[in-house]
């Protein structure tokens, strides 16, 4: 079936996908390699450690890295799979896309969303965030709620997606691809069904509701032991409260995580609920997807602390053939690597290890206050 197509959305496609294409390759390797060396000096930091010690420590970084890499990659496919059939190479299957495309989205934010529950796990410490019972009747444990519950709620809603993206007519119906022959070979031409319409209405609703359990069960634990505010995150800090956070370094590499993580989450929501609110209804612009699968890439890239020093080091060496000003230089490797800064948590370990180092001095000084109560026979009345 052939149809018309202007010329200039054929080359703002083959230039946005091959673009994109590059810039995931780009973070996909990068990742990669982050996650190698991080790896590697993990081992030989814990090589003397118990086998129980070292799959504790161990296991929470290759679970968030390797669940952020799947989803780096399932975009990765998609840019391709998108380039490919714009440029009808090696022929024409723009009638694949509608069957390519949906399922790979869907499974990228479900790792995407796995990732996010992994990290969240990793952030608990010994802390439960959840209720021991809810209207009388008693709540799942922790390990319950991260282990099935979150997990399984998470599968039946890729389960749901995975099934209206192939149930087809008359049932579902969802964007159908079209290759363009004339007057020349112009990629690939949408047309949106109703259907679609109304899912891509819903979609951005499910996203955000992910979004913001899956931020605040990782949130939640690591505001309450370190006793940080919203506050300190979103706030800036003020003189009269300088003296707080110098009493308290510790604080000072979780508000950056948790800031990062926050404006990143944020980005990620934000890239995704536009693209299914307004390009749906304007077919021609199709091709501007390829912007979310950047967005979403690089969120999820940056919400490795290990994939962000290794990209600040680029950018230091990229600054450094170019005559940038060497203190400057000096400044923001110092600032990436200075004792407090986010350099010590440089995993989903070591921010676990963190909270616990936090939790056991709580626990030292309340033993301290009751020693001294016991001591002078102060009883608080």
């Known amino acids: 079936m052939d149809t018309k197509r202007d010329p200039l959305h054929h080359k703002g496609a083959v230039v946005s996908y091959t673009i994109a294409t590059i810039l ?35 296991l929470p970084h290759y679970l968030t890295a390797i669940f952020c890499g799947l989803s780096i990659l399932s975009y990765l496919v998609i840019s391709v799979a998108a380039l490919m059939a714009e440029s009808h190479f090696p022929t024409c299957f723009c009638d694949k896309l509608q069957i390519i495309i949906p399922n790979l989205y869907a499974l990228g934010k479900t790792i995407n969303y796995y990732f996010f529950i992994v990290r969240a796990k990793a952030s608990q410490g010994v802390l439960n965030i959840f209720p021991t019972k809810l209207c009388g009747i008693k709540f799942p444990s922790k390990d319950t709620m991260f282990n099935i519950v979150f997990p399984i709620m998470l599968f039946n809603t890729f389960l749901i997606y995975i099934v209206l993206g192939n149930i087809g007519p008359p049932f579902f119906e969802l964007w159908t691809g079209i290759c363009v022959y004339k007057p020349a070979k112009l990629g690939c031409q949408y047309i949106m069904s109703d259907d679609f319409i109304l899912l891509s209405n819903l979609m951005p609703i499910t996203d955000i509701l992910l979004c913001v359990l899956f931020s605040y069960i990782f949130y939640a634990p690591i505001l309450k032991v370190s006793e940080i505010s919203l506050k300190d995150i979103v706030g800036k800090r003020q003189d009269d409260d300088m003296n707080t956070y110098d009493t308290k370094p510790s604080k000072a590499p979780f508000i950056r995580v948790l800031k990062i993580s926050l404006v990143l989450s944020l980005i990620n929501v934000f890239s995704t609920t536009i693209c299914f609110l307004i390009l749906p209804y304007f077919a021609e612009f199709w091709w501007l997807w390829s912007v979310d699968y950047v967005v979403n890439s690089m969120c999820c890239f940056l919400m490795m602390s290990n994939d962000r020093k290794l990209l600040a080091k680029i950018c230091v060496c990229f600054s450094t053939k170019h005559n940038i000003n060497g203190q400057s230089r000096t400044d923001n490797v110092g600032s990436e690597t200075s004792p407090g800064s986010e350099s010590e948590m440089n995993s989903s370990a070591d921010t676990m290890r963190a909270m616990q180092r936090i939790e056991m001095q709580k626990k030292h000084q309340n033993l301290m206050i009751n020693s001294q109560v016991e001591d002078t026979g102060f009883d608080g009345q």
């Open 24 to 58: 995931i390759t780009f973070v996909c390797v990068l990742h990669s390699i982050a996650t190698y060396k991080t790896g590697k000096s993990l081992h030989r930091k814990y090589k003397n450690k118990t086998f129980h010690q070292k799959r504790k420590t161990l």
